[in-house]
């Protein structure tokens, strides 16, 4: 039967004319045992499956397949809807995983579904039992799964990573990779590089210092670790490999032991280059005044040698961040066409409202834009140095020496122009459609503040909107010259994936429910489908018995409601939900 | 595992299933509640010395002790809540007495280890903030062979720990133009610290009294402890008391009188003094 159904993808790739690889077959021949390293390699090509995350380990989500154009896309009709089920529910910011008939999809509360994926029947479910005293900074949600040979993998909200049986939903193994005791909790979906499970840290209010670590995936045994922030020792297969840049180059005494940089949205893997990318957290404390400085590396994008975890590159974006901007977004490798030249480039969209581009074999900055309309603490990227051209008085001063009560507005605002929600490239448009949030935050010094019971000056933020009629602004960005070939506003802040699609589609979800699907080169909204709830996860598409499918999940939460401020209140009456959406446009 | 079964798990604690109770979580319960029930839920901090700690797997220390004391008194059970400190209390009272967690396990009836303070309550209207019974402040304990002066600003050119994102640690790093931000060594704890003072490798700790005489123990001897303020830095002295939901006055009542009751009569300071800690009675206004 499985056989069969393959035989079916592969008759029906053929006939879209995309060709038929070794590695296509490979994955024919490999369906019990689950996919290979080729299989994850090849997932970017590869129309009948989404064996990753980013469907791709570029994470491009551009998907080849063309059934779906701005024309047939009417005929894009729900086919059944899976309800993760329990009394609690919040955000679902997943991305389903596909493989063999099989949907892997991961629910808010740590929880892993296997869902056939022509029927909806549940296969099994994996209810991560979640200890108490857990304390996810920003809600229960998890990003997705991760799937090599015959075991998936997800990480948990007490910071573990987890291996199952694809088949049965039975644990094989697992390990903790860090302590939830000290606020650490894990996200981000996990990546799979050539047989190593690679992930990074996230959460940690204090005493944190982010890492990226590589594990065998067979059996969860540590490989490498490499910390973010300069200063900090390095691992290889137990012993001490190498300190990551240079002791007290950028930080002031034993800060460098505790200065944040965590790695909460996991990463990307370019196969041509061979490097891994990852992004960076804010460093700590919070209040740049105390620690001078570019806090290397934190707020940066690092390129890693995933053989032993040795760092190729860095690339800061925000040196000495103090509006909490983050630097842990994607980096999306890509062939920059330029001058009648390819470049091997990498982009990224920061939450520090700038669209990067790099030469992804060496970091070097080629361009930077904005791609939000309002941006107060740099007034440019310097292409020559790199560097941000800092508006110095719109830092946000040091709690005891500011005047007390006074007010600072600063743009974008600490969730961030773009927050995680992941962009996607389109090879066939040579376009970025990024979601972005148009917003901003006044920060202003508390008289006196408590924590743990004890006094202190503190900073108080609340964010607002910029504009009476929108937030969220879905951007088709042209990554030659950085400008906004077409846009699509949204009245609430866009918290979800984007995908694209060979037959000129872009699709989203928005937090009023729908998933939308746009026309890649117009922007015109060609489709939309309210699911219930609202919609943070990131829409996949593959072709099975040859017909195009969508999937996407649905459930409104996410940091907005959390931290959102003023927002918080805009987008307060939408209803939670839990379930999972798939579509499909039927043979004529 | 069902959803049920590990909220279950995750809310109520052994002993309630033990006994067969289901007990009611939606909200605080009011004094009545509370004598219903026969029980009285108190949130404390986690890992918080000397006021509520695991000490050989059993929880302790001196919010512990005194809200124990004051189940007794209200002639009923306790059962504790431990807390993770969230960024600001303003959240732990959230968490802990007004909505509780969006993980669940529900709210306490009252909280320990509550700022006491006008301005603060107003901005938490969600809760009643009573009975101070501490008045806290910041202390520096030194290695008086390497550091002669118990002035901040008199530091000399030594390390000194703090505990990491404590106020003690922002002060230091920013103070005098950031002249001591390359002395100031970072520990998990004030125990830590206060081991690293023993050995010597730091010359002092700047810590709230309570967490550093508690940490000090007999050692206090070696290691004169002096209250400090932090110049810039707001009223270098806070008090501490109980919080409870705003719908619960009269369980406030209750247990301010029993309070009250507690400091006259001298436990309050027999518990502090228990756990090496000098009780600062908060003076009459």
């Given amino acids: 039967m499985k056989r069969l159904f393959r035989t079916c993808l592969l008759a029906s790739a053929m006939a879209a004319g995309l060709g038929l690889s070794t590695l296509g077959l490979s994955t024919a021949a490999g369906a019990a045992e689950g996919p290979s ?36 896309v009417k005929g894009l009709i729900p086919v059944w809807s899976f309800s993760f089920g329990g009394e609690k529910q919040r955000g679902q910011e997943a991305q389903p995983i596909v493989h063999d008939g099989t949907i892997y999809v991961t629910g808010s509360y740590s929880r892993l579904y296997a869902v056939d994926a022509k029927t909806g029947q549940k296969k099994w479910q994996y209810d991560h039992r979640l200890p108490e005293g857990i304390m996810p900074c920003c809600d229960v949600v998890n990003r997705g799964a991760a799937i090599y040979k015959d075991k998936v993998y997800f990480a948990t909200l007490d910071a573990r990573l987890v291996a199952l049986n694809k088949d049965t939903g039975k644990v094989v193994w697992s ?108 460093p700590a404390p919070w209040n740049s005044h105390l620690r001078p400085g570019d806090n290397l590396y934190t707020s940066s994008t690092l390129a890693i040698d995933p053989a032993n975890g040795e760092i190729k590159w860095h690339y800061q974006t925000t040196p000495h961040d103090g509006w909490d901007f983050d630097g842990v977004n ?76 006074k007010s600072v507005f600063a743009a974008p605002a600490f969730l961030g122009a773009k927050n995680w929600m992941p962009m996607a490239y389109s090879p066939a448009t040579d376009l970025f459609y990024v979601p972005a949030n148009e917003w901003g935050m006044d920060i202003w010094n508390e008289p006196i503040t408590y924590k743990k019971g004890a006094a202190y000056l503190g900073a108080g933020f609340t964010i607002k909107p910029l504009y009476n009629d929108y937030i969220g602004a879905l951007r088709a960005i042209d990554p030659k010259t950085g400008k906004i070939v077409w846009e699509y506003k949204n ?30 080169k117009s922007g015109k909204e060609v489709w939309h489908f309210n699911t219930g709830s609202g919609v943070v996860g990131s829409p996949v598409t593959w072709e099975q018995d040859g017909e195009q499918y969508v999937a996407v999940v649905s459930g409104w939460g996410g940091a907005v409601p959390l931290w959102g401020g003023d927002v918080a209140k805009l987008v307060k009456d939408i209803n939670q939900g839990g379930s999972l959406w798939v579509f499909k446009l039927p043979k004529a | ?53 695991h000490r050989d797997g059993t929880l302790v220390g001196v919010d512990v002790d005194l809200a124990r004391t004051i189940a007794e008194r209200l002639g009923v ?42 301005e603060f309550g107003l901005r938490n209207p969600e809760a009643v903030l009573f009975a101070p019974y501490q008045r806290e402040h910041f202390a520096l304990a030194r290695n008086p ?22 106020i003690p640690d922002f002060f230091l790093l920013g103070a005098f133009g950031g002249r001591l931000r390359d002395r100031v060594v970072h520990y998990m704890t004030i125990p830590l610290a206060v081991a690293a003072l023993e050995k010597g490798e730091v010359a002092a700790v700047v810590a709230t009294q ?76």
Avoid: C
């Fill in chain 1, 175 to 282: 390990k903790k990779i860090a302590d939830y005791q000290a606020g650490f909790s894990a996200t981000a979906a996990p990546l799979i590089v050539d047989g190593k499970i690679i992930t990074g840290n996230s959460g940690g209010e204090f005493g944190v210092v982010g890492a990226v670590e590589a594990r065998d995936a067979e059996t969860g045994e540590l490989i490498w670790t490499r910390p973010t922030v300069e200063g900090n020792m390095g691992t290889l297969n137990g012993k001490e490999s190498t300190m990551t840049g240079k002791l007290n180059a950028s930080w002031s005494g034993d800060l460098y032991k505790t200065g944040g940089g965590a790695t909460w949205l996991g990463g990307t893997y370019d196969p041509e280059t061979k490097m891994l990318f990852f992004g960076t957290g804010n």
């Fill in chain 2, 145 to 166: 062979m390497r550091m002669t002066q118990p002035m901040l600003a008199a530091l000399p050119d030594e390390p000194v720990g703090v505990e990491i994102d404590s």
């Fill in chain 1, 37 to 72: 390293n080729d299989d994850l390699l090849n997932d970017a090509k590869s129309t009948g499956d989404v064996l990753t995350y980013g469907m791709g380990l570029q994470a491009q989500r551009f998907s080849p397949l063309d059934k779906l154009t701005p024309d047939t």
């Fill in chain 2, 210 to 285: 309570s967490q550093v005489e508690a940490a000090l123990g007999e050692r206090v001897k070696n290691f004169p402890v002096t209250p400090v303020t932090f110049p810039g830095m707001m009223t270098s002295s806070w008090d501490i008391g109980l919080a409870v939901k705003d719908n619960s006055r009269d369980l406030a009542y209750a247990v301010g009188d029993i309070v009250a009751a507690l400091l006259e009569d001298g436990t309050v300071a027999g518990v502090f003094g228990k756990y090496g800690v000098t009780h600062n009675a908060i003076p009459t206004e």
């Fill in chain 2, 77 to 118: 059970g306790i059962e504790y809540m431990e807390l993770t400190a969230g960024e600001t209390v303003a959240d732990d009272l959230r968490n802990a007495v007004w909505k509780g967690h969006y993980l669940g396990g529900g709210v306490a009836d009252i909280m320990m280890h509550v700022p006491y303070e006008k």
């Fill in chain 2, 1 to 53: 595992m069902t959803d049920l079964t590990r909220r279950q798990l995750l809310s109520f604690s052994a002993a309630a299933l033990a006994a067969g109770a289901i007990p009611r979580r939606a909200g605080a319960r009011p004094l009545d509640d509370v004598t219903a029930a026969g029980r009285l839920r108190v949130a404390v901090y986690r890992d918080n010395p000397p006021f509520s700690f």
């Fill in chain 1, 330 to 405: 994607e980096l999306v490798s890509f062939d920059l066409k330029k001058d009648g030249q390819v470049i091997k480039a990498g982009a990224k969209a920061d939450r520090n409202g700038f669209f990067y581009v790099l030469d992804r074999t060496n970091g070097k900055l080629i361009n930077a834009s904005p791609f939000v309309t309002k941006i107060t603490w740099a007034k440019e990227i310097d292409l020559k140095t790199g560097r941000p051209v800092y508006v110095d008085e719109n830092r946000p001063g040091a709690p005891e020496a500011a005047e007390k009560g």
């Fill in chain 1, 491 to 520: 009245p609430a802040p866009l918290w979800g994936g984007v995908l694209t699609t060979a037959g000129n589609l872009v699709f989203t979800g928005t937090p009023e429910g729908y998933l939308k699907a746009f026309d890649a």
